[in-house]
């Protein structure tokens, strides 16, 4: 048996306990990912390959981002886009403003490094969030706003760090005039155009064909091919997959029968079979997070300092939600202050964070630091935020006191 094989076989294995045991403690399923991961990678234990940004961004995002584009409906969707688009763009905007000024005038950080990690640790990651949710049971207009904002959100941040990367490597120096338009029009619009021609040509191809597994894997082929070809232009791979994901799921899946490009059986394989694929791909991702988390070198900085970078970004990201609420509170896009809470606190953080930190070229200053408390973010954001959500959850009212009730 290859060695690969066996590394899957044993991570597949261990999520397995974990999701079973989890279960029956009613302890959000991801958080136990990250403990067990710790826990093994602690006492030595080998749990699989190393996280590295390539595993991350080829294997592990893009079949979680497309599934997590499939479940919204553009008619909900269409009904918060106001605010959903003012807190993902806007909010992440200022948050990496605020990141970035904290570091420079309280670490004393390189401004150039500063506006990098702000910019990669502004993205809510919808691969936490909609994991917690569906631990949780949570559905709901609160649990569309936060979600569809964490998809918005990781599209808006990875195009902010493409553009704060490139600048950093420039030296610094202000671009020509026209440049950052240009590149940010390359980023976006290509991203978006490359998953809309990736989505509509698979359920195109898919209307020719009433065979499921066809089907199936046309959807497949729109989830990496989307990412992987808009990164090979310079473009947004996020954006492209998750327009992909909105695209099949609107005009394929979740469409009136009469009118969907999919056949019934089609329609229904997907929806399980992605179901099955983010599953699969949080279990790795997770369990690695874990285990890479454990053995991360945090004396680079002591703890008081990891604990400031930890407060900075919850101020940043309270920064990002609640003034940005306020234009919606006469509105009938009016957002109450407990569901402002949890937009805040659920801003967890995780696997796209972490594939730009170690995506980062060695010459950056500070490179090895930015990697290790983004390490601290995520391991703070999975593991107490993703333990309180829950609870957080109950006490404003939003979930049932029985944890296990639906």
Known sequence: MSESLQDILWILSIAMLVAIVARRLLLPYTVGL???????????????????????????????LFEGALALRWPKLRADLPPILTFSIFG?????????????????????????????????????????????KFHGRLSLLVEAESLFNDGAAAVLFAMALAWAEAGGHAPNAG??????????????????FAGAAAILLARGTSEHLVELTLSAIAAFASFVAAERLHA???????????IVGNFGIFSPADRSFLS???????????????????????????????????????????????ALVLAARALAVYPLSLPFL???????????HVLWWGGL????????????????????????????????????????????LRRLGFLSPDPGAG
Do not use: C
């Open 34 to 64: 990250v403990v067990v991961g710790g826990l093994l990678a602690f006492f030595r234990i080998d749990v699989g390959p190393r996280l590295t940004s390539e595993l991350i961004l080829d294997l592990i995002l893009p079949p979680l």
């Open 264 to 310: 019934r059986r089609g329609r229904e394989a997907m929806v399980n079979f992605w179901e099955f694929a983010a599953f699969l791909a949080n279990s790795v991702i997770f369990l690695l997070i874990g285990a890479n988390i454990s053995i991360t070198h945090y004396e680079t900085y002591g703890p008081t300092v990891i604990a400031g970078v930890i």
């Open 349 to 392: 953080r995780g696997a796209l964070g972490l594939a730009l930190a170690l995506s980062l070229p060695a010459s950056l200053p500070l490179r090895n630091e930015i990697v290790v408390v983004t390490f601290a973010v995520v391991a703070f954001s999975i593991v107490v935020q993703g333990l309180t959500m829950p609870w957080l």
């Open 236 to 246: 947004s791979g996020v954006l492209a997959t998750v327009t992909a994901g909105l």
């Open 330 to 340: 006469s509105t009938r896009y009016r957002i109450s202050p407990s569901e402002q």
């Open 179 to 196: 440049e950052p338009a240009l590149s940010f029009a390359r980023i976006v619009l290509g991203g978006v155009g490359v998953g809309a």
């Open 92 to 136: 992440t905007l200022l948050a990496m403003a605020a990141v970035a000024a904290g570091l420079v005038f309280l670490l004393d950080w390189p401004p150039a490094s500063a506006l990098v990690f702000g910019a990669l640790i502004s993205a809510t990651d919808p691969v936490a969030i909609i994991a917690m949710f569906k631990d949780s």
